[in-house]
């Protein structure tokens, strides 16, 4: 029982790094109804900008706030530069151009600042928090930090004008445009969002997992599996997805002999698979009924 | 006084396909004009036409201004609501936000609130199911929603396409009783498209007969209502 | 009318959405020689057959292995397109089958002395099989969740071939070491020569039987199951039965591919089965043309080079090359090549 307990417990501080990436997922899935399989490598990118600045002497904070500002800019950017002209192509088309974008930002990366693994600091201190050896300050942090943007975010989509439209934009272009509104600044808008809380993931998981290119492969899984576990459509329900992803790999790994460390992943993936054929909207989607 | 809508020499395409082949129509501000025609005749192609929907040509006067070319959103924000075919609804968002939706370019914040209560009180179903997904309502209810949503935007002008589909006769009865009084309450400008040709001459001032993707005939709806062609081919007796 | 549930995230069609609202279809099918007429294809397949049989007097080995090479993939992007382009289930899961084709072939050879020939009916079978059996409970999953499932299953596979109690048989991290065959009844073909000959053979038997399977009628059943399953149900399409012999179908095209991989590089090893080859077979689908089965040609071409092409341009940079090259591709061609020529065609006829 002991032990079932702190499994769980690290399962729940290693989920709300994925916890915070789901979020970031399900955010960009409002915003353009895809999944954008490059998030992990913007918000990897954005965090080098960051670790750059502060290398240079800015000031943490700073550091953060311009790193927000340059990939908000920089998500509205590849939306108007790399996706608006092939808008009409096909979904495939579309996940291959997701593909290019994360070949050539990882690759860049990688040439940039190389592969070495680098420290980056938590504002939050790496102290135990509450005496518990099992979760450190800096994660509590992050889970603070998650669920205090997740709330935001609630508001911001139900209570806003701007996060209305922008629901409705990625719901049904169509009928969007015939209400007034511009679909595609509501795209872009999207995806500066989505790449300024991917930069904000970032941030909060590379003092825990070292910042190097490759950093975010698997948490982006991770992220994508909590998401989609929660429910797509439901920013709480990905939060919840993703501790809940943390728990499982981590009680997956302990308590199945046959798993090393490589296998985790899969049977992670595989629990999840197992839950949506029983519930397709995952836990906490809402079913809709559509007429034939 | 110039008219609420004047299309000249009106062309559309899908790809190499010509639809419509050079219209001629006007509508009067507060007035009911109505496009009959069968199926395929490009009555719903003339109205993604004037919404910057589909690739077209000639000239079409909204207000006097030209807006051929514009994007639908502009259209939209120009005043004039379009009601699809199939009827657009938000399924996924509940119906108070489908109608928050219809007035979400307005710059008048402050009276939005009140023209939903205005919404309610026109169509009380809609009102008790205001936090229901707009995608769970029967297609009667749906229709409703997709008129009020148009009103919304009080816009000036609305193109209702198709607005009888697949509804009950007494439903469309309802309906049609509704856009009466809209029309005679508001002055709100329709430009309906229709394939039920009874029920759209009973509404309107003006008529148009397209056949293929032209007009074959044009005039007051009584007239044409009259026709003994019309009478044969289109109101069955 | 009837109504049915589906979860949010799928894309449905209900009277509620306009034509362009939320159905974007998976992919535009492609027919561009439709137009170009059943005489004028048949004349461009046999030039490129003559050509394809003369070629290996006039190039280098190594050059000829590569040819091999691309034709392999080719095949095994024929089997993606089976299933994604012609029955609209997405699939990030193919190396996994490749991977089992080709360690069949390696275990079959070495383990077992049989017959390199043989190999490739086995393999096939066994990944039909497997492939079926994942389509089963894959029957319930669509979009985004299929997408999640199969890719745990690339995700998967190295690890399980690098399993200890495996290993006997996969030969562990290491892998298999296969013994490359000579060309039979003393043919005077050097091994790449003969390797290719044979690929090219077993390539044109599979591509006319898929070709003949589009056709027919139980092509159409697929693809009306792709474009409207309600609908092709309420026609009386076993749309899972269906659905399920597609994921085998694919699977025994790519596992056959896989067989004959392994044969050519005479090597296996769990790290050349990663997810990244599954990301290559969709990207040469892409690229090729969905649902237009002779660009799985230029796919395994676009596949096998084009990642060489950009090593060469930048050692550094090269997955920003290759990034770039891929966005410029789909730029110029969104469809694909198939999209390609379909608008070539249509400007050649002129309008």
Redesign the interface.
């Given at each position: 029982m002991e032990l079932l307990t702190q499994q769980v417990l690290a399962g729940i501080s290693t989920g709300a790094i994925y916890a915070c990436m789901a979020l970031a997922v399900v955010m960009i899935?409002q915003a353009i109804?895809h999944?954008n399989f490059a998030q992990g490598e913007m918000a990897m990118f954005s965090t080098f900008i960051a670790w750059q600045l502060i290398e240079k002497g800015v000031p943490y904070w700073l550091a953060f706030l311009i790193t927000l500002v340059v990939s908000f800019i920089g998500g509205v950017a590849i939306e108007r530069i790399?996706f608006k002209?092939?808008e009409?192509?096909?979904?495939?088309?579309h996940?291959?151009?997701f593909?290019?974008?994360?070949?050539?930002?990882?690759?860049?990366a990688?040439?940039i600042w190389d592969f070495t693994v680098k420290s980056f600091p938590s504002p939050f201190g790496s102290s135990p928090l509450f005496g518990s050896t099992l979760i450190s300050s800096h994660q509590g942090g992050m889970v603070a930090v998650t669920l205090g943007l997740l709330l935001l975010l609630y508001l911001f989509f139900s209570y806003t004008s701007v996060g209305l439209a922008m629901r409705a934009a990625a719901?049904?272009?169509?009928?969007a445009r015939?209400v007034g509104i511009r679909v595609s600044w509501m795209t872009a808008l999207g995806w500066g969002m989505a790449s300024a809380i991917g930069a904000i993931a970032g941030m909060l998981i590379a003092p825990v997992v070292f910042l190097e290119p490759n950093m975010m492969i698997s948490i982006l899984?991770y992220g994508?599996?909590g998401a989609?576990l929660g429910?797509?459509?439901s920013p709480g329900g990905a939060v919840l997805g993703g501790f809940a992803v943390g728990i499982i790999e981590n009680l997956a790994g302990t308590y199945i002999p046959?798993i090393?460390a490589?296998?985790k992943?899969?049977i992670a993936?595989?629990v999840?698979?197992v839950v949506?054929?029983f519930k397709?909207?995952?836990l906490f989607?809402?079913?809709?009924?559509?007429?034939? | 006084m110039t008219k609420l809508l004047e299309v000249k020499g009106l062309t559309a395409a899908y790809g190499?396909v010509r639809v419509l082949h050079g219209l001629d129509f006007s509508l009067e501000e507060g007035g009911v004009t109505t496009l009959l025609g069968a199926n395929g005749a490009g009555k719903t192609t003339t109205l993604r036409a004037i919404c910057g929907m589909v690739k077209s040509g000639g000239e079409i006067l909204f207000e006097g201004k030209n807006i051929l070319g514009k994007s639908t959103e502009d259209v939209a924000r120009l005043g004039v609501a379009h009601i699809?075919?199939?009827?657009?609804?938000?399924?996924?968002m509940t119906v108070e936000e489908n109608l928050q939706l219809g007035a979400i370019t307005r710059r008048d914040k402050q009276n939005i609130a009140k023209d939903i209560d205005k919404m309610y009180d026109h169509f009380p179903r809609l009102k008790q199911r205001r936090t229901q997904q707009?995608?769970t309502l029967s297609?009667g209810e749906?229709q409703m929603l997709s008129i009020a949503r148009a009103l919304m935007l009080r816009p000036r002008l609305m193109l209702l396409d198709e607005p009888s589909f697949?509804l009950a006769p007494m439903l469309v009865r309802e309906m049609f009783d509704i856009l009466t009084a809209l029309n005679r309450d508001e002055k709100a400008s329709m430009l309906i498209v229709e394939q039920n040709a009874a029920l759209a001459l009973g509404i309107a001032d003006e008529a148009y007969l397209l056949e293929t993707g032209s007009i074959v005939m044009s005039g007051p709806a009584k007239q044409i209502g009259a026709d003994e062609n019309v009478r044969r081919s289109y109101l069955g007796y | 009318?009837?109504?049915?549930?589906?979860?949010?995230?799928?894309v449905?069609?209900?009277?509620?959405?306009?034509?362009?609202?939320?159905n974007?279809?998976?992919?535009?099918p492609a027919t561009p020689a439709a137009n170009a007429g059943a005489g004028a294809r048949r004349i461009i397949f046999l030039a490129l057959l003559a050509i394809a049989l003369v070629l290996p007097m006039f190039i280098k080995n190594f050059v000829v292995f590569q040819l091999t090479q691309t034709m392999v993939y080719a095949i095994a992007i024929v089997g993606l397109n089976l299933l994604?382009g012609f029955n609209g289930q997405?699939s990030l899961g193919h190396s996994a089958f490749y991977a089992v084709g080709a360690y069949t072939a390696a275990i079959m050879m070495e383990h077992m002395g049989v017959n390199y020939v043989w190999t490739l009916p086995v393999a096939g079978v066994i990944c039909f099989i497997l492939g079926f059996l994942f389509g089963l409970?894959a029957l319930?999953?669509e979009g985004?969740?299929l997408?999640?499932?199969t890719?745990?299953?690339a995700?998967?596979t190295?690890?399980?071939l690098?399993?200890s109690?495996l290993e006997h048989w996969t030969g562990g991290v290491q892998g298999i070491v296969i013994t490359k065959p000579d060309a039979p009844f003393g043919l005077p073909f050097n091994q790449d020569q003969w390797l290719y000959y044979f690929t090219l053979i077993v390539g044109v038997i599979l591509y006319i039987a898929a070709k003949n399977l589009v056709t027919s009628r139980t092509g159409r059943a697929l693809m009306a199951i792709r474009d409207n399953p309600?609908a092709a149900r309420s026609m009386g399409v076993n749309t899972s039965l269906y659905k399920a012999s597609a994921f085998g179908l694919s699977a025994l095209y790519t596992g056959i591919a896989g067989a004959l991989g392994a044969i050519i590089v005479q090597f296996v090893a769990p790290d050349s089965f990663t997810l990244t080859l599954s990301?290559g077979f969709?990207?040469g689908?892409?690229?090729g043309g969905?649902g237009w089965l002779p660009g799985a040609l230029f796919g395994g071409a676009f596949l096998l080079f084009v990642p060489n092409i950009a090593e060469g341009v930048s050692k550094?940079?090269?997955?920003?090359?290759?990034?770039?090259l891929?966005?410029a591709i789909?730029?110029v061609m969104?469809?694909?090549l198939a999209g390609f020529i379909q608008a070539v065609v249509g400007k050649l006829r002129g309008?």
């Open positions: 899935y109804d999944l790399v002209p092939i009409h192509a096909p979904v495939l088309s996940v291959v151009i593909i290019a974008l994360y070949s050539v930002i990882n690759s860049m990688g040439f719901a049904n272009p169509a009928s015939l899984l994508f599996a989609v429910g797509l459509t046959v090393g490589e296998l992943l899969p993936l595989v999840i698979v949506l054929v397709p909207a995952g989607g809402r079913v809709v009924v559509s007429r034939v | 190499q699809p075919e199939g009827r657009g609804t938000f399924t996924r707009a995608g297609g749906q697949g | 009318m009837s109504a049915s549930a589906h979860e949010e995230t799928v449905h069609h209900d009277i509620g959405e306009s034509p362009e609202g939320e974007r279809p998976i992919a535009r994604t997405f409970p319930r999953l985004v969740y997408a999640l499932a890719f745990a299953l995700a998967a190295p690890q399980i690098k399993l109690p309600i990301i969709l990207v689908l892409v690229v969905v550094g940079l090269s997955g920003a090359v290759y990034g770039l891929l966005i789909i730029y969104p469809s694909g309008k």
